[in-house]
């Protein structure tokens, strides 16, 4: 299965071949297969509500309108028209003289090969990624090489060039575009098989989604299969037939053998689409704090809604709506001496956790913190420089397991269990863990000024956030409190992603480092009520801080992409020169040298024998990579190579010292290209544009 593809559920009668010209299968509706998800029971008043809590969670879920969008598409092409008659074929049944193929491989990479880069990604999103292109009906045909060929090799697969054709059209369609293939000339698209004497492709059957394809092209006939009625056609066969025939087969082999392009393009629409989800994630975020406005759709229903209410006549009504949705948006730069100007969107509770677990046995849960920030609480409240006041309305709370007390880390990581900055800690037994959690993700919250009451008050909308936040749901589950049993629970959010879409990395960064460059000194990190306070902190941060980016000049903002390819050309054309140090270190006029005698490798356990042998050794030695009884030898300084020459950072009077093996001529040009890389700190705005492409 691909990255990205649905599970696809099998059904119990398996496709069997009834005789050897024909195959059948047993009905099975494809439309009745449901995905069940299970998980540990909690604690939660959440059970026995299952079909309201779907419908809860459905109508809470952020669903995006292009996927939306491009379903509806891929189910129109799907119903097209098909006039094809492969499904009266037999199983192994020779095509049609003149038909022409193309290769499945061939179909399958189009977008990534074949398609420029206006349209490429959205007709691979929409189209293609995740096994779509299996999910309408295909016919397949097989054709093995010619005789002599390597038996061990398997069959191609071929799909007739009209069904392509067909699937292209309904494409541009859906997308309203003008994708086309070659109509004439060489091509994999149109590889004709004329009744000439030479193999032909043979009918292998019809399939609509990956799991029949994959059936069918594990279960194809072997080479020497063929019908009854069939003569041995080949031994007719002219030269020029066979060496035309022979020409197809190289066509076919080279289009399969192309992957390398077809596997950079989806791995490039993966990172596109993994760094939309982090931008669309802070996004979210600055809605449920109010200091970004929904989307124009959203809007006019809320202007519909404010409308209703007036009491105007149906025209007037639709006036209203028409002025109201035509009036220019608001500004989304952040105010911090303003209380947010939006409403809180879904008003929403952020619940951030973390776990600490024993370093020497994970499965020993030491620490538990969860700290909330409840959006009601910030409607009036002006958020200060940075959000600091709404960094104040956080309420975070501590909990230590009282079983496991006594165990401190300090092998791997610095623990501080008893020094909680946010308050007191709480001790609790084991047991007990699941409901005290469950508490915190009911009303009041954690807030000990809030009323208690007996009423049933409606459940709020509930956003997760953590800091590379799979580990931390994982130890709640094993504590007994299973997150996704929640009915409100709307999303989860992770900090870690937000900090590597605001600064455009791809590798996560620890929680004392997003501190770190977002002002907030974080105070005894590894105690799990700290980090989930200040995990809290970074997320509004962070949310504010992309937003106040968005607002930068566009000057400012193009200064910071050229650093960023400056620094990028740097460390490029640094590591390949010192890939080039050392293949001709040797001199072009060595003969290599005296043999080296082979040394025998350490018996086991020998090297812990010389490690006690050499710490005596160097017991009382400065300098612990040298033996004690080894004179030091003069000083000079820190020697860096550069150009062909050592130079000294420390005695600046000593002269250069020339390498003794000196640097090709052929490196020295190449070191001479790379160094006028690092001079040029400026791109042109299409570099720029490229740079700051596609999903970012």
Excluded at 154 to 180: C, D, R, W, Y
Excluded at 277 to 299: P, T
Excluded at 385 to 403: C, D, P, T, V, Y
Excluded at 550 to 571: F, L, T
């Amino acid at each position: 299965m691909e990255h990205g593809d649905k599970p696809q559920a099998i059904p119990s009668e398996k496709m069997r071949i009834t005789n050897a010209n024909t195959v059948s299968s047993e009905p099975f509706d494809w439309s009745q297969v449901k995905t069940t998800y299970v998980y540990e029971g909690t604690d939660s008043d959440d059970d026995g509500d299952d079909e309201k809590a779907m419908k809860e969670k459905s109508a809470s879920a952020q669903v995006e309108t292009s996927k939306t969008a491009s379903a509806a598409r891929s189910r129109e092409i799907s119903s097209f028209p098909i006039n094809f008659e492969g499904h009266k074929l037999q199983r192994g049944q020779l095509c049609e003289g003149g038909a022409s193929f193309c290769p499945w491989t061939t179909i399958r990479k189009y977008p990534y090969v074949y398609i420029g880069n206006s349209n490429r990604d959205k007709v691979a999103q929409e189209f293609f990624d995740g096994g779509k292109v299996y999910e309408r009906t295909w016919d397949f045909y097989y054709l093995y090489r010619p005789a002599g060929a390597d038996p061990s090799q398997t069959a191609f697969i071929l799909v007739p060039t009209k069904q392509f054709e067909h699937f292209l059209n309904g494409i541009n369609k859906g997308l309203n575009i003008n994708l086309s293939i070659p109509a004439h000339g060489d091509n994999p698209f149109r590889i004709v098989f004329d009744d000439d004497g030479t193999p032909r492709p043979r009918y292998l059957g019809q399939a609509n989604n990956k799991a029949m394809a994959e059936n069918l092209r594990n279960t194809c006939p072997p080479s020497y299969f063929k019908l009854d009625s069939e003569d041995n056609s080949i031994e007719g066969a002219s030269q020029r037939s066979l060496v035309a025939f022979k020409g197809k087969i190289d066509m076919i082999t080279q289009a399969q053998k192309n992957k390398k392009k077809a596997n950079k393009e989806k791995q490039k629409a993966a990172r596109i689409e993994q760094q939309q989800f982090w931008n669309h994630s802070i996004k979210r975020v600055q809605r449920y704090l109010g200091i970004r406005q929904a989307s124009q759709r959203d809007q006019l229903e809320t202007i519909k809604k404010g409308q209703q209410k007036s009491g105007l006549a149906w025209e007037d009504y639709n006036v209203a709506v028409q002025a109201a949705a035509s009036t220019p948006r608001p500004s989304t730069n952040f105010n911090p001496n303003k209380p947010a100007p939006y409403d809180q969107d879904g008003s929403v509770v952020f619940i951030s956790i973390d776990v600490e677990a024993y370093e020497r046995d994970k499965k020993l849960i030491t620490e538990i913190g969860i700290s909330t920030l409840d959006t009601d609480d910030l409607k009036t409240l002006v958020p200060g420089k940075g959000g600091i006041n709404w960094l104040s309305a956080i309420r975070a709370r501590h909990f230590r397991i009282n079983e496991y007390k006594h165990l401190q880390n300090f092998e791997f990581v610095a623990g501080c269990a008893d020094k909680f900055e946010f308050g007191d800690s709480e001790f609790i037994n084991l047991k007990d863990a699941p409901h005290v959690i469950s508490t915190c993700f009911k009303y009041p919250f954690s807030d000990p000024s809030a009323k208690a009451t007996e009423e049933e008050l409606p459940k709020r909308n509930i956003i997760l956030v953590g800091h590379d936040v799979g580990m931390d749901i994982t130890y709640f589950r094993n504590i007994g409190y299973d997150i996704y049993n929640l009915s409100n629970l709307l999303e989860v959010v992770d900090t870690s992603s937000m900090w590597k879409y605001v600064k455009r990395e791809s590798n996560p960064r620890n929680l004392g480092a997003i501190l770190a460059e977002l002002d907030i000194t974080g105070w005894n990190l590894h105690n799990a009520g700290n980090d989930a306070a200040y995990t809290l902190q970074a997320m509004v941060k962070i949310a504010i801080k992309a937003l106040e980016d968005r607002g930068k000049e566009k000057d400012v903002k193009k200064q910071e992409i050229n650093e960023r390819v400056a620094e990028a050309v740097k460390e490029a054309a640094i590591a390949a020169w010192e890939h080039e140090q050392g293949w001709s270190s040797g001199g072009e006029n060595s003969d290599g040298g005296a043999p080296i005698s082979p040394v025998p490798p350490p018996a086991p356990g020998a090297s812990k024998r010389n490690k006690s042998r050499n710490d005596d050794a160097v017991k009382d030695s400065q300098e612990p990579w040298r033996p004690a009884n080894e004179a030091a030898p003069s000083s000079w300084g820190t020697a860096i190579q550069f150009g062909g020459h050592l130079k000294s950072e420390s005695t600046p009077n000593k002269p250069d010292q020339p390498v003794a093996t000196k640097i090709s001529a052929e490196y020295s040009e190449n070191y001479l290209r790379l160094t006028e890389l690092l001079s040029k700190s400026k791109i042109s705005e299409s570099q720029m544009h490229a740079e700051n492409g596609p999903g970012w």
